[in-house]
């Protein structure tokens, strides 16, 4: 019966029966009651929230993409030529690259470490400090993700409330007008079908571009490890050299 009755809204909503509730916004906005209302102010709030974590990863990756491909080409003449100084100080212009972040971090551990540690110890310093580096670029790239998450996993559920309330509405309105047609139960099928399209419009963004920023970040971390250790293989190659 549940099937049947979705169908014959979807029917009536087509324009087959006429009547007053009709596909356009304002029709089926007045059509639904104050629950299905704010349903779908929650689903347009999630939305925007997650337009706007999509954005701002969006951009921010890219920059972090741009950059790094600057800097590691910077970087490496003035390491060959042994200027930390001036490494760091390439690193620090490239505030948006995540290589950068972490190689000048673990060139300023080198440094500090060099004049404050045992000869033995400087090279373990060094990778501490570059992981703790990791660690805090990986948490900055990844903020915001977990929103995301959460608004493509809870998104159809609040649009399944919202058939909820519209299909409770449509039986109200059969019991109350003693009737089974199509005029009966249009309003409480405009809700559950409007609701249910929301969430559902809501979610499958927000979980396609969590999947695809994860697999950004992943490349990220990739990328930071792969630099850390060439990091590390270049402070043991220029301490052997003392």
Same mark, same amino acid.
């Given at each position: 019966m549940f099937a049947n009755l979705l169908w014959s809204g979807l029917v009536f909503l087509q324009g087959a029966g006429g009547g007053e509730v009709g596909w356009d916004l304002r029709s089926m906005w007045s059509s639904m009651?104050?629950?299905?209302?704010?349903?779908?102010?929650?689903?347009?709030?999630?939305?925007?929230?997650?337009?706007?974590?999509?954005?701002?990863?969006?951009?921010m990756y890219s920059a972090a993409r741009k950059q790094s491909r600057v800097f590691v080409q910077q970087v490496a003449g003035a390491l060959k030529e042994n200027k930390l100084d001036e490494a760091i100080s390439i690193a620090e212009r490239n505030k948006k690259s995540h290589i950068a972040k972490v190689v000048a971090t673990g060139l300023s551990e080198f440094q500090a470490a060099s004049s404050q540690v045992p000869e033995e110890e400087v090279i373990e310093a060094a990778k501490r400090g570059l992981e703790r580096s990791v660690a805090i670029v990986h948490a900055e790239m990844k903020r915001g993700l977990s929103g995301l998450a959460t608004i493509g996993s809870t998104a159809p559920f609040v649009g399944l409330f919202g058939t909820v309330? =519209?299909?409770?509405?449509?039986?109200? $309105? +059969? @019991?109350?007008?003693?009737? *089974? =047609?199509?005029?009966?139960?249009?309003? $409480? +099928? @405009?809700?559950?079908?409007? *609701?249910?399209?929301?969430?559902?419009?809501?979610?499958?963004?927000?979980?396609?571009?969590?999947?695809?920023?994860?697999?950004?970040?992943?490349?990220?971390?990739?990328?930071?490890?792969?630099?850390?250790?060439?990091?590390i293989n270049y402070f043991i190659t220029r301490r052997g050299r003392k």
């Open positions: 009651g104050i629950p299905a209302k704010s349903v779908v102010c929650i689903l347009f709030a999630m939305s925007a929230i997650s337009i706007g974590i999509m954005i701002d990863r969006g951009l309330v =519209g299909i409770i509405n449509a039986f109200k $309105g +059969i @019991s109350s007008q003693k009737a *089974t =047609g199509l005029s009966a139960v249009a309003g $409480g +099928i @405009s809700e559950a079908l409007v *609701t249910t399209a929301l969430g559902l419009l809501v979610a499958v963004p927000a979980v396609w571009f969590y999947n695809y920023f994860t697999n950004k970040v992943e490349a990220f971390d990739v990328e930071m490890d792969n630099s850390s250790m060439e990091l």
